[in-house]
């Protein structure tokens, strides 16, 4: 079974890939636009330069947190050994 297809097909076809190719163009500057303005909120908000670094803090932090949290039940349970509540 052969297909036919016209010229006007064709030149639709065309079109409509390059409505797409420009919707994505545009939709790329607006997310690289919003990728730099994060960047630069996560540099003025807490001196961090990229991704990479946000990542590797908030492990640091959490670490931080988990033996903060270690140290505090730590403590609360010899209180309440020693005072007996």
């Keep these: 079974m052969k297909v036919e297809v016209t010229v006007n097909q064709v030149q639709k076809d065309?079109?409509?890939l390059k409505k797409g190719i420009d919707e994505a163009k545009l939709n790329q500057a607006k997310l690289k636009g919003r990728e730099e303005e994060l960047l630069s909120q996560l540099k003025k908000d807490h001196g961090l330069s990229s991704v990479e670094e946000a990542s590797k803090?908030?492990?640091?932090?959490?670490?931080?947190?988990?033996?903060?949290?270690?140290?505090?039940?730590?403590?609360?349970?010899?209180?309440?050994?020693k005072y007996e509540w």
Excluded: G, P
């Design 14 to 16: 065309l079109l409509d």
């Design 57 to 81: 803090k908030v492990l640091t932090l959490e670490a931080s947190r988990v033996s903060i949290e270690k140290n505090i039940i730590d403590k609360y349970s010899v209180l309440k050994e």
